[in-house]
C-alpha cells in the first residue's frame, strides 16, 4: 500500500471512530523539520515519541519503512542510505501524518565551542566586511540550524529549540560565522548541499561538552567525575541555593563595614588597613575570589617628585567587566567590557608633585573579575615619564552577588553535553568542527587529556566510527605578556590542543597569524573558516589541496646553531608574504633561558642561532600568549605551527 493510500485509510478510520479531538502528530525531535538537510551515503535514522503501541510509517523518496512504538512511548526507524539530492518531503505517519518538506540528502556538520565559534557573521560581534557577505550569503542549499542554549543535568532527550533554514541574508547574520564560511568554501569546491548545527555556548570549557560516561571511562578522570554526584538539575539548584548562603556568609567577614564607601576614592582616605592585592591579576587567584562576582574597590597611592608633564595619561590594561576610575577623587572616566584597555586621558590639575591617590572600582558580572593583562600595560605616563603601576594594590570588596538561581554552563560537568549534543544522537552527521580552548588555558595538562577525551567520546555516542573532526588552534592574544621565560599559558594550550592529532581523522587549523592582540574575539573569521575547509577538502573529500602549514619534524645541533627540519611545507618554506626577516625562533643553553633567534630558511630547513648561545640546546617557535609576529608559512600561505623543543607535555 502506498504511503498516500495508507494515510487515507487511517486518517479515515480515526475520524470516523473518535471525531477530529484527541488525534495527535507522532512527535519528533526537533532536529528534524522543513528544510532540513540529512546525512547522504549513510543509513537515515528517524526517531521520535507517540502513544505506546502506536503505529509508525515513514515514506521518503520512494522508502517506506514501518514500525511500532514501544511501551516507553519511543520509535525508531531506519532508511537505506541516499545519494545527495532533493529537495524531497517526508511524511510521518501514526494516528495523523506529519510532512517535513525540503529536505536535501548532503553532508552535515556539527559546528561547536566556545565564543569564536558562537562569534556571529553580525550580531554581538561582527565579521570583516560583514554587509558584504550577509549582501552574499544567498545559498538556497546551506541549511543553517541553531541550537537554543541549555543545560541538563541529566542526557535530554530532546533539545529546548532550533529549527532549520535556508541560508539567505535574511538569516545569516546571527550564524556561527566560522560554521557559515567553513561550510560555504565546502559547498562551493563540491557542489553538494551542507547542513550546519551552530550548537555552542561563549565562555565554556571542555568538561561541559564531555558526556559523564566518557569521564567515568577514563583512568585519569574516573576519580574526579565521582566527586560529582549523579543528581538532577532540580537538586543541584538546590545544593546551589545552599553552597551560596554559605559562601555570602564566610564573604561578609571580608567584606566588613561599608558605610564609609562613598570616601573610598578620595585622595586622603586612610586604606591602610586595606587586603593587598598584586595587579595585574584576576582576584580569582584570591582564596575567596574563585566563585566572587561583585563590586571590588582598589586603591594606589604615588608619588611625583616634580611637577606634572604637559600631558598625562593612565593605562590600566583590562578590567573584567566594567570600572570607574578616579585620580585624587576626581572621576576620569568608565568603560565596560572585559577586553577593552582602559586608557583614561588626565585633565590638567587633577595630577600633582607629592602624593596621588588612584582609586579604581571594578564590577564583575561572572566569571572571573579585576584589573589584568600584562604588567607593561600597567602604568601612568606625564610629559615623558612613565611610571609603573603594576605591584601592590591595596583593595576592599564592596559588594557580593552570588546567583542562587541560575546554574552557569561551567558549573558541573557534562552539563551542555547533556543539553546540547545528546539530543542530536544519533542525527547522521559527516563530521565535526570545533572553536575551544580560551576557558580552559589555566590548565593545559589536563587539556592534553581531555580534549581527545571528548573527541572520542562524541565518536562513541554517535556509532558513526572515527567520523572527521577538525578544530582550531587558539589564535594569538596578549592575554598576560607570556612568553618563553616568563611561561605563556596560551602557547601550552596550543601545544595541548595539537596532541589531539594523534586521533585519526582529525586535523588542526592554526590561526597565529590571523587574531588579535588585543582582543579575544578577532573579525577575521572568513581565515578561519577557510583552514578548516582545506583540512576537509584534503582529508574527507580527497580534493588534492594544500590544508596544513608547516610542522615541526625535527632539528640537529650543529655548533651554536639548530637545524630544523618541518613536514607539511607543501610547495616549499617560505616567510610571510611582504616580510623580510623571519621572526619567532628562540634557542636556550642548558640554563633554559631563551634568547631571540636569527633564523634563515635555507634548502626548505630552518637555520637558527642567538649570539647570547653558545651550546644551544632547544628551539622554540612563536611560544607567546600573543604569537603574531611569528612569520613562517610554506608557499601555499598557511602558517607554522608553534612548538618547543624541550618539553613535550604540557
Known amino acids: 500500500m502506498s504511503c498516500r493510500m495508507m494515510?487515507?485509510?487511517?486518517?479515515?478510520?480515526?475520524?470516523?471512530?473518535?471525531?477530529?479531538?484527541?488525534?495527535?502528530?507522532?512527535?519528533?525531535?526537533?532536529?528534524?523539520?522543513?528544510?532540513?538537510?540529512?546525512?547522504?551515503?549513510?543509513?537515515?535514522?528517524?526517531?521520535?515519541?507517540?502513544?505506546?503501541?502506536?503505529a509508525i510509517t515513514i515514506c521518503f523518496h520512494q522508502q517506506t519503512a514501518e514500525t511500532k512504538t514501544g511501551t516507553d512511548g519511543k520509535w525508531y526507524l531506519q532508511l537505506k542510505p541516499e545519494k545527495a539530492g532533493g529537495p524531497y518531503d517526508m511524511e510521518i505517519q501514526g494516528t495523523t501524518t506529519r510532512v517535513l518538506k525540503g529536505i536535501l540528502m548532503g553532508d552535515v556538520w556539527v559546528c561547536s565551542g566556545q565564543s569564536n565559534m558562537e562569534?556571529?557573521?553580525?550580531?554581538?560581534?561582527?565579521?570583516?566586511?560583514?554587509?558584504?557577505?550577509?549582501?552574499?550569503?544567498?545559498?538556497?542549499?546551506?541549511?543553517?540550524?541553531?541550537?537554543?542554549?541549555?543545560?541538563?543535568?541529566?542526557?535530554?532527550?530532546?533539545?529546548?529549540g532550533g529549527h532549520w533554514q535556508s541560508c539567505n541574508p535574511g538569516a545569516i547574520s546571527p550564524f556561527s560565522a566560522v560554521g557559515y564560511f567553513f561550510g560555504r568554501a565546502i559547498h562551493q569546491r563540491t557542489g553538494v548541499p551542507i547542513g550546519l548545527i551552530n550548537t555552542t555556548w561563549g565562555g565554556t570549557n571542555i568538561e561541559t561538552w564531555t558526556s559523564r560516561e566518557g569521564f567515568e571511562g577514563s583512568a585519569d578522570f574516573s576519580q574526579w567525575i565521582a566527586s560529582f554526584p549523579k543528581i538532577t538539575l532540580d537538586s543541584m539548584y538546590a545544593l546551589?541555593?545552599?553552597?551560596?548562603?554559605?559562601?555570602?556568609?564566610?564573604?561578609?567577614?571580608?567584606?566588613?563595614?561599608?558605610?564609609?564607601?562613598?570616601?573610598?576614592?578620595?585622595?586622603?582616605?586612610?586604606?591602610?588597613?586595606?587586603?593587598?592585592?598584586?595587579?595585574?591579576?584576576?582576584?580569582?587567584?584570591?582564596?575567596?575570589?574563585?566563585?566572587?562576582?561583585?563590586?571590588?574597590?582598589?586603591?594606589?597611592?604615588?608619588?611625583?617628585?616634580?611637577?606634572?608633564?604637559?600631558?598625562?595619561?593612565?593605562?590600566?590594561?583590562?578590567?573584567?567587566?566594567?570600572?570607574e576610575t578616579y585620580l585624587n577623587g576626581v572621576k576620569l572616566g568608565s568603560t565596560a567590557g572585559y577586553n577593552v584597555h582602559r586608557v583614561y586621558r588626565i585633565p590638567d590639575g587633577i595630577l600633582r608633585k607629592g602624593k596621588n591617590t588612584i582609586a579604581v572600582k571594578?564590577?564583575?558580572?561572572?566569571?572571573?573579575?579585576?584589573?589584568?593583562?600584562?604588567?607593561?600595560?600597567?602604568?601612568?605616563?606625564?610629559?615623558?615619564k612613565r611610571i609603573s603601576l603594576s605591584g601592590s594594590w591595596a583593595y576592599h570588596l564592596y559588594e557580593a552577588r552570588v546567583s542562587t538561581n541560575n546554574i552557569g554552563a561551567n558549573e558541573y560537568p557534562s552539563l551542555l553535553y547533556n543539553a546540547m549534543i545528546h539530543p542530536l544522537v544519533p542525527f547522521g552527521i559527516k563530521g565535526a568542527i570545533w572553536y575551544q580552548g580560551e576557558a580552559n588555558v589555566q590548565n593545559a595538562k589536563a587539556y592534553a587529556k581531555q580534549f581527545p577525551l571528548m573527541i572520542s567520546d562524541w565518536r562513541r555516542h554517535w556509532q558513526q566510527g572515527n567520523f572527521p573532526f577538525y578544530f582550531v588552534q587558539l589564535t594569538s592574544f596578549n592575554e598576560a605578556g607570556g612568553n618563553s621565560n616568563k611561561g605563556s599559558k596560551w602557547a601550552e594550550l596550543r601545544e595541548a590542543q595539537q596532541m589531539a592529532t594523534k586521533l585519526p581523522h582529525t586535523g588542526m587549523a592554526v590561526t597565529i597569524d590571523i587574531g588579535d592582540a588585543n582582543d579575544i574575539h578577532p573579525r577575521n573569521k572568513q581565515g578561519v573558516g577557510a583552514r578548516l575547509a582545506a583540512l576537509a577538502l584534503q582529508k574527507t573529500y580527497g580534493i588534492d589541496t594544500v590544508a596544513s602549514g608547516p610542522v615541526f619534524q625535527g632539528m640537529k645541533i650543529n655548533g651554536?646553531?639548530?637545524?630544523?627540519?618541518?613536514?607539511?611545507?607543501?610547495?616549499?618554506?617560505?616567510?610571510?608574504?611582504?616580510?623580510?626577516?623571519?621572526?619567532?625562533?628562540?634557542?636556550?643553553?642548558?640554563?633554559?633561558?631563551?634568547?631571540?633567534a636569527t633564523a634563515v630558511i635555507q634548502n626548505n630547513k630552518v637555520m637558527v642561532a642567538a649570539d647570547q648561545v653558545k651550546k644551544p640546546v632547544a628551539v622554540r617557535y612563536a611560544w607567546a600568549d600573543d604569537a603574531g609576529a611569528a612569520n613562517l608559512f610554506n608557499k601555499a600561505g598557511l602558517p607554522a605551527a608553534p612548538f618547543r623543543t624541550d618539553a613535550q607535555q604540557p
Open 560 to 596: 651554536n646553531t639548530i637545524t630544523v627540519r618541518f613536514a607539511q611545507t607543501g610547495p616549499g618554506l617560505a616567510l610571510k608574504p611582504g616580510d623580510t626577516d623571519l621572526n619567532g625562533f628562540e634557542v636556550a643553553a642548558s640554563d633554559g633561558v631563551f634568547y631571540p
Open 7 to 54: 494515510r487515507h485509510l487511517v486518517v479515515t478510520v480515526m475520524l470516523s471512530v473518535f471525531g477530529t479531538a484527541g488525534v495527535a502528530q507522532p512527535t519528533l525531535p526537533k532536529i528534524f523539520g522543513d528544510s532540513m538537510v540529512l546525512q547522504r551515503d549513510l543509513p537515515v535514522k528517524i526517531w521520535g515519541w507517540a502513544a505506546p503501541g502506536e
Open 362 to 384: 571594578v564590577d564583575d558580572s561572572g566569571a572571573g573579575g579585576g584589573i589584568y593583562g600584562d604588567s607593561a600595560q600597567l602604568f601612568l605616563s606625564t610629559g615623558n
Open 240 to 323: 546551589r541555593r545552599k553552597e551560596a548562603e554559605e559562601y555570602i556568609g564566610g564573604l561578609q567577614r571580608i567584606i566588613g563595614d561599608t558605610a564609609g564607601s562613598a570616601s573610598w576614592k578620595e585622595i586622603d582616605y586612610d586604606h591602610h588597613g586595606w587586603l593587598k592585592m598584586v595587579l595585574p591579576g584576576l582576584w580569582d587567584n584570591q582564596d575567596w575570589g574563585a566563585r566572587f562576582d561583585g563590586v571590588v574597590w582598589y586603591r594606589k597611592e604615588l608619588w611625583l617628585e616634580d611637577e606634572p608633564g604637559k600631558e598625562s595619561m593612565l593605562h590600566l590594561g583590562m578590567i573584567d567587566d566594567s570600572d
Open 119 to 160: 562569534f556571529p557573521v553580525k550580531g554581538w560581534s561582527e565579521v570583516l566586511n560583514a554587509e558584504e557577505e550577509i549582501r552574499n550569503a544567498d545559498y538556497p542549499n546551506i541549511r543553517l540550524f541553531t541550537v537554543e542554549k541549555n543545560i541538563a543535568a541529566l542526557p535530554a532527550d530532546d533539545l529546548k
